[in-house]
DNA sequence: GCCGTTTTCGGCCCGACTGTTTTCAGTCG
């Protein structure tokens, strides 16, 4: 079987025609369906090719028969007549003009069918002339804030990083939670749910006078523009262009709410739809029997223990397998922020770290780290002050001395090394052997067809020498997209061969993602959580590494790095037998 | 278009906010 079109490529052309279904005018429900498989399919670790192959896709709750053939029409010939069609009956340029808020699909085809509009440009146009006016259900106040939108659309539209929405938070919440009239106050949505990014910052807080919080909220300093003040709800812009919601709730209502507005959308989903079993109606205010009397609960955990679940961390609420988990009592002890007692693949000013070495180690022991491993990159990452076989040598040495004057903590050699285009390494295996532990990575020729690359890891994890893959995917969020390669045969390779799965920690990279370090914990692989730090205030990035991996239903005991000095060597020679 | 311990038809989450309405539609989450 051949595949002509990817996982992600097929994702985003069901939620187009999930767009181009209600810009149709077609049953909503209908419509629904097609952004509903896309989602179940992001939800699946495997590859189409796997997908189709194993028979899974029908039986992937979301993809019935239409969409099953539909999908397989579009992985295995590239197209779809139905999705061609669709397509031709409007511009693709009517797309853009959907990125504005509060702009959706029934607005936009009044503006295409009446106006002729079709893009941003020609939508500007249209208000400031004033002829949208002349359109029912149209006005002067959708006019200004359309222009708005369009100055919002074309700076900015993408979502954030993490730590950036994190920092953008931060002061909001305290803001919140010193206010005299809040009672309980959360950061909920995606943020909560530790996504590697995150469109808007949701917060929620409890108050007899939702009034006097949201008040507070839309004029405080970090607000460039409100864009929406009602008496429970407020949105706002933050100055940087970031989105932020605040839902005030009562104290009684508070936790349904924190479920609720925490989501993910898909797990809301499945617990209204467990509740409903149990003769309960969900909403974000609460639970309510047939009579409409309320099921009181204090807290999240409540409201999960009233479905005979177990309480379910935010990082796991994506409806992937948690209730599953949940229902059975499989739900794993996620690893904590502090679970951690050393950590691998950091540079120093011997490449392209701005820290010394013993300025690295000095923060790794501050941290109440017992070893910190090494990872310089090697001569072919010329670009990097990489370093050669003899400045190798001279940095063994160096860490020799070093661990000599420590106690209570140790260096661990390591290097990361360069995948060459074949797949061998920039340093001989012997040389590799000599060292605790070896990372190898791929930093240029990333543009491989499917099949090379992957046989370029695969030949590289095989190697005796080397410990990981390094950030195994490529990717770098919201700026390039993973390499092409076949990460189920990768897992496949490492599993076989007794290696681990770096979790790269770095929030621009968070590789390797969540939903494949699931796939890889199924397979049995251990897992070595490092910051890939460049500095020592990049250490401090392994705590968004241990949210990739509560995020993948981690365990302490999964993650090598967990472990004391002592057990973390032993376990590490196994890697290289 | 999906789904089913109410199973092959008839549901499908639903509430807040906004603007244009004079009772509601569209959008969002």
Excluded at 224 to 230: A, C, D, L, Q
Aim: net charge negative.
């Amino acid at each position: 079987m051949e595949i002509l079109l990817d996982k992600k490529a097929i994702i985003k052309i069901l939620g187009e025609i999930g767009v181009l279904l209600e810009l149709s005018g077609e049953n909503p429900f209908k419509c629904r369906a097609y952004p509903a498989a896309a989602r179940a399919l992001e939800g699946r670790p495997e590859s189409i090719e796997d997908l189709i192959a194993s028979d899974e896709l029908g039986k992937t709750k979301g993809i019935g028969k239409g969409l099953q053939e539909k999908i397989i029409t579009l992985a295995t010939t590239g197209g779809l007549e139905y999705y061609t069609e669709l397509r031709s009956r409007f511009p693709d340029s009517l797309f853009e003009i959907l990125n504005i808020p509060n702009l959706g699909p029934k607005k936009a085809k009044v503006l295409y069918q009446e106006l002729k509009i079709d893009s941003l440009d020609a939508l500007e146009k249209a208000c400031k002339e004033g002829r949208l006016q002349d359109l029912d259900g149209f006005g002067k106040k959708t006019e200004e804030k359309i222009l708005k939108g369009i100055e919002h659309v074309r700076s900015y539209s993408a979502r954030v990083l993490l730590p950036v929405a994190e920092q953008a938070a931060l002061p909001l919440h305290e803001m919140i939670a010193n206010h005299t009239d809040t009672i309980r106050v959360a950061v909920c949505g995606s943020l909560r749910r530790r996504r590697e990014t995150v469109k808007d910052i949701d917060l929620l807080a409890s108050s007899d006078k939702p009034e006097s919080v949201l008040e507070s909220f839309v004029t405080h300093p970090s607000v460039s523009r409100v864009t929406g003040h009602g008496g429970t709800k407020a949105s706002v812009v933050l100055e940087g262009g970031l989105a932020a919601d605040l839902r005030v709730v009562s104290d009684q209502e508070y936790p349904f709410a924190q479920h609720y507005f925490t989501g993910s959308k898909d797990h809301n989903t499945l617990i209204r739809g467990r509740a409903k079993k149990y003769g309960l109606r969900m909403n974000e205010y609460g639970y309510f029997k047939e009579d409409e009397s309320r099921v009181a609960c204090a807290d999240e955990e409540v409201i999960y223990n009233t479905l005979d679940l177990a309480y379910i961390p935010p990082e796991l609420r994506e409806g992937v397998r948690e209730i599953e988990w949940a229902e059975n009592g499989d739900l794993p002890t996620l690893v904590k922020a502090d679970s951690l007692k050393g950590t691998l693949h950091c540079h120093t000013t011997a490449s392209d770290g701005k820290a010394s070495l013993e300025q690295m180690v000095n923060a790794a022991a501050g941290m109440g780290y017992e070893y910190l491993g090494i990872g310089d990159h090697s001569k072919a990452a010329a670009y990097a002050g990489g370093l050669d076989e003899k400045r190798l040598a001279k940095q063994a040495e160096e860490i020799d001395a070093l661990n000599k004057k420590l106690k209570d903590f140790r260096i661990l050699k390591g290097s990361e090394v360069d995948i060459l285009r074949d797949g061998q390494l920039d340093f001989a295996e012997e040389i590799l052997l000599e060292l605790d532990y070896a990372a190898a990575s791929i930093h240029s020729i990333l543009t491989l067809d499917e099949k090379a690359m992957t046989a370029r890891l695969i030949r590289a994890i095989e190697s005796p020498g080397i410990t990981f893959l390094g950030h195994l995917s490529g990717r770098l969020l919201l700026r390039r997209e993973p390499y092409l390669l076949n990460v189920a045969k990768v897992l496949d390779a490492t599993a076989a061969n007794n290696k681990w799965i770096e979790i790269n920690a770095n929030p621009h990279r968070l590789d390797l993602d969540w939903r494949s370090c699931l796939e890889a914990r199924d397979k049995g692989i251990k897992f070595c959580i490092n910051p890939d730090a460049h500095s020592t205030e990049g250490l401090a990035d392994n705590r968004y590494g241990i949210d990739v991996a509560r995020k993948a239903g981690l365990c302490a005991d999964d993650i090598a790095n967990t472990r004391p000095v002592g057990e973390f060597l032993e376990l590490l020679k196994k890697t290289r037998a």
